[in-house]
């Protein structure tokens, strides 16, 4: 038992892997018990099992098996990461489970495979299976088949891939095993149940016995089709709705959209192996089928018909096959062979299917052409092959061809015609019969029912038929107006028997349906034939598969309404009707008009009509009138009236008066009753004659428009504009064509035939009266809104004066769009849905009228002289030929789409070896693209595909033409014909990285604007996923860019489906892209957007709005709320089916909310927002990122407030109807000051909510709603809250497309509300918001954002640009090229703000320009600088209230909307009240702006008034960070994001300009950085502090000591403060090794500076300061990370060395730091990192040779560098030389020669003292030491004065030395110190000497101690430092610093005083470890968020003063020298100024 009690004690885990089996049997038994327990299935533990699971199952002893066989089972059941373990466990089963004898184990193993498969891993599952069925055990076999059949019995065949089983089954057949086959057999049936007879093919071949006996099984199974019983994890809505069914015992409901959802899943084709057949041709193939024997001929197609038999064929050329068998049906004149061919090209499509697509154009013509042939076998052999053809391609890619014969003479070849029309509709769905196809079919198809042939009437009545069941009557209605009442019926009737392909029912009911309307079809597959035909085309569809049940149910529903509403007399729908009928009434004789008009008129009034008194006949007309007002529509008889109006004298009517009521009357009649074109055409022609009368005119204008209006326009304008040009009167023709004008914009324009108005237009522009023409141009324009460019080409032939005339107003109309339509049709509809239908329609007109334009056949100039000319061997040859093709095209400019053998010439061209030819074809083709039009599409495979393959050239210009021919291309076909079939994909596969990235490019550019894909897109997934792992990194990351493109159409489940085929390794990867990928995944375009139209009343489309009809403009700009009731219940109520019940249903509840609406509005949940955000960022909820919302959005946001907004006010929010908004908004606006914890705790929700309202269309919610805003931001700011990134992204975007709207009140509140969200969101992330708001199409937002871009640079300086100023302007410059003029002058005002700021440096920053955009851009800069300087005063007088507080050049640069551009700081002082409030600070930088400005006089007399107010009262919220951090979350301390996100606010106070709140962010830092335990807090954080401080050293230096009016103490209060927070930091080792070389050396740049600094020695307590800053360099160089400082102390002392301007003082203390490390060494040496440091030290010599450093003033560079290296050769040895491994070319390096001669130096002097010795036994040097000796012993003795303790030894030693060698000259020491240094070395001398001489003691030397002088005051305290992560080993040379430094002097237009240094990438030794930031980068990150949270004024004078913010040695060099600061600037400021001009 001892064993036992052993293992008894192990953990579970490893019992579970002992040796005994009861051990690990004990250990299953307890894991089992352990997964059942554990319910977080992302439990840790789980994890721990993760490697045994698969030990689990195939433990060696039975038994134990068993056990682990449960406990795995629990595992997957259970654990989140089972999913992992997929292969190995599944693995396991097969191989160990399977083979074993207990059931039981069998039972399991199958168990655990279906468990695995419900949680997602089916894919890997069945791969596992699949392999089973290879292994030779038949024990295995058999349960591998029977896991499949389970799975697939259970979890259906969506789950269960069929294909790739199929594939093994006959094998499984084959077995010698009949329980393998027994069991094959079973899972037949299974298979067969889900898929039904696309099993068949696939089996044909097994053994007939076995067939048989699975067709016996097949035909027990019930009809029904099986369902899923089983569902994954993901499924588990679906597994409810199952489980409820059940409940309801029954799948009643269920059935049908399941079995429609299955139809498409597998099909039969699929399932089938490809046949190769093209090299299976006989070998005399093309020569036997010319030959002239028809025999010959015979044979050869017989070959091929047995060959296209194979159901499916692999792809290749089959252009040479198709073209001899479109030969033999086009001419041969055997009939027997015609037939023979077209078998042969059904067999071809039908096995190639789309892959035939490319060829359909060139046979279809063919095809119906030969159906003039009468014999029944041949017209169905025809029939066969032309509906075969049918599914490869689309209708609309053979429409033209189809059409072209609908003209033959031929009745027979018109029939079979019809037929295929009516066959090929059946096929299609509304969405694949759009209008624009409908239109030319139906009217091919009108003039053949009126055929004599009555064969061709049926046809096409048949063809009509199917044609108004497939889109519905809405869609053909339009097309029937002129067809009689019998024929009509007769369609319809027509409509009723059409069965559609997409029927109700699956499979083969389909089948049945399909062949019955085919008069002999048979069909064309052996076997399943018309079962995969059906399949084919309904999985074409793709994601159509729902519109059966809509299309069913389509046309009744549709008719239900219409009768209503022609009942109600409202909508449009029953007034089309009633019109229809009317349209046929009969014209009335003047008798019958008379005894109807006497029943409705008064007697009096019929007697005088034609009265010779006119003022009776005017008496007669109001008691007409009056009549007329009071009759109802179903009584007026409108034909009588108008009879009666038209009665002598009619329209001859000389009294004005008497006509204009007359007219009047018309107008009133043909308004209010069923008024009929027969009743029009009566009046209409009186109308033309009095539409240019000056009195009558007008009421004439308005009668046609009522006319039009219930006649339609389309028929109005055409009677009108007829009678117009028939007649000579010019007056009344300029005024019918200004009638048009504007009826057209009224009407819309659908409908109306342009052709015939371009004649007549013509025909006026023809006229010699100007009016005509005038008005004809104005006709043009408006005609232009609607049909675009295309309209031009029909008037170039016009003279070019007069083609000049109609550029300008098409010009003038350019970027407008068409208004929306406010009368005709969809002003009835309310929300029925027209205006969607109008925008189709309108979409449509353009190509209409490409298709009106007169296209000229070229196929016969394409002769084949031509085309071998274009493939001749010789290049000049090929040119000429390509020349020749250019004109000819250019002579047709626009052709037809038949262009003969071009077509497969110009294709070769495209490969040809001569690039230029390459180019001259791709030119062609682009020049073919316009002058075909859409009908390019038909070539798009065989021409198009090949264009694409050119973007695979490795020249970048022919690239460049290919991708611009693709787009010429695409503009006129779209994208569908290019996505569909396999040819793109192809094309991805090839593995050329120029195709891979210029097709991806292409293809993100084109996808997002797409609203659907055709399946055949998803093939393309696989290769994009080989593009992620490319080689070439351009290919991954424009792969990465369209991944969530594709994403977007394909949606995330199918992509992640398809990576089950990568390793598992790519798998990994590609996963997480496209979570990455989900995440910002664009939304699908919508369909124009039709709810928000209707929230306006469908009046208008949301794009139109802006420009609908005048009087809804009024409406919703007056933004009272009151008008827009009506509005709603015009069009709104209609939107929603729930109408009535909307009503209805709030107002019982209201009354008992009322009593709730007490409480908060804003319920605080603990902790939720950052829950929610946590969410977000774990995917676990849609992130809020979408083009217009989706009501998935819509219902999250709902959820997500449930638990935190009153339940009252969330009905309110969501509510459907606008008012409830109001009132929602209401509520907020009055909660805001009385739950502000409640609002910041909801914010984020807020901010959604409020997106969602900038979407909506009611003016005055969104008014409501910015109201609002700027309420609750001025809130924030005030509690100094800081928005999140979560919350700022998901607004801000938003809030930016509103700067775009139209109204100048929305643009201005949004503009205020960008102005104060800077207050609590850094700008520079403001920045880059709006600067993605300038790529809009909207030119009024890109305008207006580029404006308030220009804002932020002038309110924060250039800091402010992101990612870098020169990017940003570089976007920004784009503009100035802009179409829009708004957004051009917004560019160049933009650019030049950023001048004014910036200087010259702005031209470098913005690169190159064109000539027009850098002429323009100079020209607005000369503008502005010599803009008068009046002009900010009078804008100060304009805005009293903001003069004082506002950068008086801020109002120079701000033209326009200044108001709400104020300066940020003005803003924080209006809210809170100080208004009188001022600058104080920045008085240098006022100045150098003004001088810069030249602003003289205005702006100085107001300076001194301006700096006399204290600024502190302002900065008194900025003092307690406290309610931010409540704000942002209750718990500070566990919060740590948030305790960042406040320190980082903390010290972005730091750096402020204002003393005070810098003193007490320093305090709280303080605080922070004592308490040991929160001290750890600013980890992380470091150098952003030092940043900060380094920051506020020098604005003291710059600006706060040169301001005589703060008080010194102040500032001596503030160095204290800045001081002791930093020796109490560098107290800190951990902290203080955070620090980066960078920022280092900046902060010694700014301490040393500060010792030098004479104006604070001057101060009382000056003294001080400097002795505690001599104590903090001890501490920086003692306790930083020495590698760091050691690197930033020699860039510093090169730096230094460099800079002219440079005081000598200042490179002498940088050394004494450096001797100061040199003595820590000893100490140091072995946490240093040696190579960085030599390479530092190389880089130093390679910019200072030994020759350059002994020109200096100084030796004690020279020495400096000496001693450093030589204390290094000493304490490393000969391994010195290991360390040189960052520098590149060793050879060169003066520093490698110079270690090896220290060297062997040191090993020479083997005697040679160590260091201490020398120190102590100074006195007693050897005589005949070398010279150098001498002067290393007098430098150590120096050091030692120079050091604290030190400092009277030293003396001491130096005054035996003297004494012992007399003549020693110490000179060349004290030559280079300070003089002050200099004296004390002398008093020191004589005090010993006097000392020594007895003369009593002199007192010790009063004045400035030592300490001043000398930096390091030596404290020995032993840091031996490790070097911190980033810095550690890193590579980073200074002279990375010193070229960004170069960059940045000339940004700040500081001329580089270096500049004949050698270049300094040269002195790059290697490349710059990005790691290591430089303080560059630092200001770039984290300065950015330092300067946002800072007020205005500040930063200006930041942006002076910190020129040098890189922090490089040079950093305050300009103004270093301390008596000089003020000249100094003025002298840069004179600089400046000479530059400028």
């Known amino acids: 038992m001892g064993d036992d009690s052993e293992w008894i004690k192990l953990s579970i885990d490893q019992k579970c892997e002992h040796k005994l089996w009861k051990a690990r049997m004990n250990g299953y038994e307890e894991a089992l018990k352990l997964f059942q327990k554990i319910e977080d299935e992302k439990s840790p533990e789980w994890s721990k099992y993760l490697g045994l699971i698969k030990k689990f199952v195939t433990d060696s002893n039975a038994v134990a098996q068993l056990k682990g066989l449960e406990a ?659 007056k009344n023709q300029s005024e019918t064509l200004n009638w048009l004008s504007n009826a057209i914009k009224e009407f819309g324009f659908s409908g109306l035939n342009v052709k015939a108005f371009i004649n007549n237009v013509k025909t006026a522009l023809a006229a010699t009266n100007p009016a005509v023409r005038t008005a004809a141009i104005t006709l043009l324009g408006v005609m232009y809104l609607y049909v675009g460019p295309p309209l031009r080409m029909f008037f170039e032939d016009e003279k070019p004066a007069l083609l000049s005339q109609i550029d300008a107003e098409f010009e003038k109309m350019q970027g407008q769009t068409a208004p929306a339509p406010t009368r005709g049709t969809s002003r009835h509809s309310g929300g029925s849905g027209d205006d969607s239908e109008e925008r189709d329609e309108q979409e449509d007109i353009g190509n209409d009228v490409v298709d009106l334009l007169p296209r000229t056949e070229i196929s016969d100039k394409i002769t084949a002289e031509l085309v071998s000319k274009i493939g001749d061997k010789n290049w000049k040859i090929r040119k000429e030929g390509l020349d020749e093709v250019t004109s000819i095209i250019n002579d047709a400019k626009f052709i037809q789409p038949n262009i003969g053998e071009l077509s497969a010439a110009l294709k070769c061209r495209l490969n040809d070896s001569n690039k230029i030819l390459v180019q001259q074809t791709l030119s062609i083709l682009q020049q073919l693209a316009i002058a075909m039009g859409p009908n390019i599409r038909q070539h798009v495979k065989n021409l198009g595909i090949p264009i694409i393959t050119v973007l695979g050239d490795s020249k970048n210009n022919v690239r460049a033409a290919a991708l611009a021919t693709v787009n010429a291309w695409t503009e006129q076909t779209g994208m569908k014909e290019w996505l569909e079939g396999e040819d793109l994909s192809e094309e991805l596969k090839k593995e050329n990285p120029f195709l891979r990235q210029e097709l991806l490019g292409w293809l993100a550019d084109k996808l997002p604007t797409l609203r659907s894909v055709p399946s055949d897109f998803l093939l393309c997934v696989p290769h994009l996923y080989s593009c992620l792992e490319d080689r070439n990194g351009d290919v991954r990351k424009k792969a990465q860019d369209a991944l969530p493109f594709f994403m977007m159409h394909l949606g995330f489940e199918k992509m992640a489906k398809a990576t089950g085929k990568l390793k598992p390794t790519s798998k990994d990867q590609v996963l997480a892209m496209l979570e990455k990928a989900k995440a910002i995944m664009p939304a699908k375009p919508a369909a124009p957007a039709k709810a928000s139209s209707r929230v306006v009343g469908g009046a208008a489309p949301a794009k139109f709005q802006s420009a609908s009809a005048p009087a809804e403009d009024s409406e919703s700009s007056t933004m009272e709320p009151k008008p827009d009731p009506k509005k709603t219940k015009a069009g709104g109520a209609t939107s929603k089916a729930k109408g009535a019940q909307g009503k209805k249903v709030p107002s019982k509840p209201n009354l008992k909310e009322d009593d709730d609406k007490s409480g908060p509005i804003f319920i605080i949940v603990p902790n939720g927002k950052e829950q929610r955000m946590k969410d977000e960022k774990g995917l676990k909820v849609l992130k809020w990122n979408f083009t217009t919302p989706r009501d998935e959005y819509i219902e999250q946001l709902k959820t997500q407030m449930s638990s935190c907004v009153a339940r009252w006010v969330q009905d309110e929010m969501f509510h459907t109807d606008f008012q409830h908004h109001n009132k929602a908004l209401a509520a907020m606006v009055e909660h805001l000051e009385s739950e502000k914890d409640g609002v910041i705790s909801c914010l984020d929700l807020i901010l959604k909510w409020l997106t969602l309202r900038f979407f909506d269309t009611n003016t005055s919610v969104l008014m409501k709603a910015l109201e609002y805003l700027k309420l609750l931001f001025t809130l924030l700011s005030q509690e100094e809250y800081h928005l999140t990134e979560n919350e700022a992204s998901s607004f801000i975007p938003y809030l930016i497309l509103k700067v775009g709207e139209p109204k100048d009140v929305v643009r201005k509140d949004v503009r205020a509300i960008l102005n104060r969200m800077c207050l609590i969101y850094p700008a520079s992330k403001m920045f880059t918001f709006i600067m993605e708001g300038t790529k809009s199409k909207n030119s009024k937002q890109r305008a207006e954002c580029l404006e308030e871009l220009g804002c932020l640079v002038e309110s924060y300086g250039m800091n402010v640009c992101q990612p870098t100023p020169g990017k940003a302007l570089k976007e920004m410059a784009i503009h100035i090229g802009d179409r829009d003029n708004t957004v051009r002058n917004a560019a160049l005002n933009t650019i030049v703000t950023v001048y004014n700021v910036h200087g010259d440096q702005v031209f470098k920053l913005i690169g190159n320009l064109s000539e027009k955009d850098m002429s323009m851009l100079e020209e607005r800069i000369k503008r502005a600088a010599k803009r008068p300087t009046a002009a900010p005063a009078r804008q100060a007088e304009e805005k009293p209230q903001r003069a004082p507080s506002m950068n008086a050049n801020a109002s120079v640069l701000r033209k326009g909307p200044a108001d709400d551009m104020s300066s940020k700081l003005n803003q924080a002082r209006n809210m809170s009240g100080h208004s009188e409030l001022t600058h104080t600070v920045p008085r240098e930088f006022q100045l150098d702006l003004d001088e810069i400005e030249n602003d003289n006089g205005t702006v100085r007399c107001e300076m001194p008034a301006l700096v006399q107010h204290k600024l502190d009262d302002i900065f008194e919220p900025v003092l307690i960070p406290e309610p931010k951090i409540r704000a942002v979350s209750p718990h500070f301390d566990d919060m740590h994001s948030n305790t960042a996100s406040t320190i980082n606010f903390v010290i972005s106070q730091v750096a402020s300009g204002d003393i005070n709140t810098s003193i007490q962010a320093l305090a709280q830092i303080d605080e922070v950085l004592r308490q040991e335990d929160k001290a750890e807090a600013m980890s992380g954080h470091i150098d952003q502090f030092l940043i900060a401080t380094f920051m506020q050293l020098r604005l003291i230096y710059n600006t706060h000591m040169a301001d005589e009016k703060l008080d010194k103490d102040e500032i001596v209060k503030l160095y204290s403060c800045i001081i002791g927070n930093m020796i109490s930091l560098f107290q800190m080792e951990s902290l203080a090794r955070e620090a980066s070389t960078g920022v280092l050396k900046d902060l010694m740049h700014g301490l040393i500076t500060l010792m030098l600094d004479s104006r604070v020695e001057d101060l009382e307590e000056g003294q001080q300061v400097i002795r505690s800053v001599n104590l903090l360099v001890v501490k920086v160089l003692e306790k930083s990370d020495q590698t760091n400082i050691l690197s930033a102390l020699l860039v510093l002392l090169q730096d230094s060395l460099l800079a002219t301007a440079s005081s000598p003082k200042f490179s002498e203390l940088v050394m004494k730091c450096l001797w100061r490390m040199v003595r820590l060494l000893p100490e140091t040496i072995n946490s240093i990192n040696l190579d960085r440091i030599l390479l530092d030290i190389h880089i130093f010599m390679k910019v200072f040779p030994k020759e350059k450093l002994k020109q200096c003033k100084s030796e004690f560079p020279i020495r400096t560098l000496k001693t450093l290296l030589h204390t290094l050769c000493k304490l490393k040895g000969p391994k010195i030389l290991d360390h040189l491994t960052m520098i590149e070319n060793k050879n060169e390096s003066e520093l490698e020669a110079h270690l090896c001669r220290v060297m062997k130096h040191s090993m020479d002097q083997t005697g040679s003292k160590t260091d201490k010795e020398t120190e102590k036994g100074a006195s007693r040097i050897d005589e005949k030491s070398s010279k150098a000796k001498v002067n290393d012993f007098l430098a150590e003795i120096f050091k030692k004065i120079g050091s604290k303790e030190n400092t009277k030894e030293g003396l001491a030693e130096l005054y035996e030395y003297k004494k012992k060698y007399s003549d020693a000259d110490i000179e060349p020491f004290l030559k280079n110190s300070s003089q002050f240094f200099q004296s004390y070395v002398e008093r020191g001398l004589r005090h010993i000497e006097m000392e020594k001489e007895g003369k009593g003691r002199i007192p010790s030397s009063t004045g400035i101690s030592p300490q001043t002088e000398l930096t390091c005051v030596p404290t020995s305290t032993n840091t031996v430092s490790s070097s911190i992560g980033n810095t550690n080993g890193e590579e980073v040379g200074p002279s990375v610093y010193l070229e960004r430094l170069k960059i940045l002097r000339q940004r700040c237009g500081l001329d580089n005083a270096k500049e004949d240094r050698p270049p300094l990438t040269s002195l790059l030794s290697k490349p710059a470890a990005p790691t290591v930031a430089s303080s560059t980068d630092m200001l770039h990150s984290k300065l950015s968020q330092l300067r946002e949270s800072r007020e205005h004024y500040q930063h200006l004078d930041l942006d002076s003063n910190q020129t040098h913010s890189s922090g490089i040695g040079t950093t305050t060099s300009s103004s270093s020298s301390t008596a000089a600061n003020i000249d100094d600037l003025k002298k840069r400021l004179e600089r400046i100024k000479s530059s400028r001009k």
């Open 72 to 730: 795995a089972l629990a595992y997957a059941e259970n654990a989140y990461v089972a999913g992992r373990t997929t292969g190995e466990v599944i693995s396991g089963v097969v191989n160990k489970v399977f083979n074993q004898p207990k059931a039981r184990a069998k039972e399991l193993g199958i168990d655990i495979c279906l468990m695995y498969i419900e949680i997602e891993k089916g894919e890997p599952v069945q791969e596992e299976l699949l392999k089973g069925l290879d292994n030779k055990n038949p024990k295995i076999i058999v349960a591998c088949i029977e896991t499949l059949r389970k799975a697939l019995s259970e979890f259906g065949s969506k789950i269960i891939s069929l294909k790739p089983i199929i594939k093994v089954l006959p094998k499984l057949f084959e077995s010698r095993e009949k329980a393998v086959r027994d069991e094959a057999k079973l899972l037949a049936v299974e298979i067969y149940c889900w898929i039904r007879d696309a099993l068949r093919p696939p089996l044909q071949n097994i053994n007939s016995v076995q067939l048989k006996e699975l067709e016996e099984e097949w035909v027990k199974l019930p009809p029904a089709a099986p369902k899923q019983t089983r569902f994954l994890r993901s499924q588990q809505e679906l597994k409810a709705k199952f489980e409820q069914q059940q409940a309801a015992g029954g799948d009643a409901d269920g059935g049908g959209d399941d079995g429609d959802e299955i139809v498409p899943q597998v099909d039969a084709y699929e399932l089938l192996e490809a046949v190769e057949i093209l090299s299976k041709l006989p070998k005399d193939f093309y020569d036997k089928i010319e030959a002239k024997k028809w025999q010959e001929r015979k044979e050869a197609l017989e070959a091929v018909e047995m060959l296209v038999k194979n159901p499916k064929l692999e792809a290749g050329d089959y252009a040479d096959m198709v073209k001899v068998l479109k030969k033999v049906v086009g001419k041969d004149t055997n009939v027997m062979l015609v037939a023979l061919a077209a078998k042969c090209l059904a067999g071809l499509a039908t096995g190639l299917r789309k892959k035939f697509g490319q060829y359909a154009g060139q046979v279809v013509p063919t095809i119906l052409e030969k159906f003039k042939e009468k014999k029944p076998q041949v017209v169905q052999a025809l029939q066969e092959a032309i509906d075969a053809i049918f599914l490869t391609t689309t209708l609309q890619n053979i429409s033209e061809d189809i059409l072209a014969v609908m003209d033959n003479k031929n009745p027979t070849i018109k029939q079979q015609t019809s037929l295929f029309i009516a066959r090929s509709f059946r096929h299609c769905t509304p969405s694949t019969l759009p209008k624009s196809l409908l239109k030319p079919f139906c009217a091919a198809l009108l003039k053949h029912i009126n055929d004599s042939a009555p064969e061709v009437r049926d046809a096409a009545f048949e063809a009509l038929g199917t044609a108004l069941k497939v889109a519905g009557e809405k869609a053909v209605n339009p097309f029937l107006a002129d067809v009689d009442k019998l024929k009509l019926d007769r369609i319809k009737e027509c409509a009723e028997k059409v069965e559609l392909a997409y029927g109700k029912n699956t499979g083969g009911a389909a089948d049945k349906k399909e062949c019955r309307p085919v008069a002999g079809k048979t069909p064309v597959l052996s076997g399943a034939a018309g079962d995969k035909d059906t399949k084919d085309t309904s999985a074409k569809s793709g994601p159509l598969k729902k519109a059966p049940a809509a299309k069913s149910g389509g046309p009744p529903k549709k008719g239900k309404p219409a009768a209503a509403a022609g009942a109600g007399g409202a909508g449009t729908k029953g007034k089309k009707g009633s019109e229809t009928k009317e349209i046929f009434e009969p014209e009335l004789s003047i008798e019958v008009c008379e005894e109807r008009a006497s029943a409705v008129l008064p007697a009096s009034c019929i007697q005088q009509l034609d009265s010779g008194n006119w003022k009776e006949r005017l008496a007669c007309m109001e008691e007409f009138q009056k009549a007329v007002e009071l009759m109802e529509r179903s009584e007026m008889p409108c034909q009588a009236l108008v009879r009666m109006l038209a009665k002598k004298p009619g329209w001859k009517e000389t009294n004005f008066q008497v006509m204009q009521m007359k007219l009047h009357i018309v107008a009133l009649i043909a308004q209010k009753g069923n008024f009929s074109k027969t009743s029009a055409q009566i009046v209409l022609d009186g109308l033309v004659d009095k539409i240019g009368d000056v009195k009558c005119g007008s009421n004439a204008k308005e009668a046609m428009t009522a006319i039009a209006e219930a006649c339609l326009l389309p028929w109005t304008a055409e009677q009108v504009m007829s009678m117009a040009f028939s007649q000579k009167n010019p």
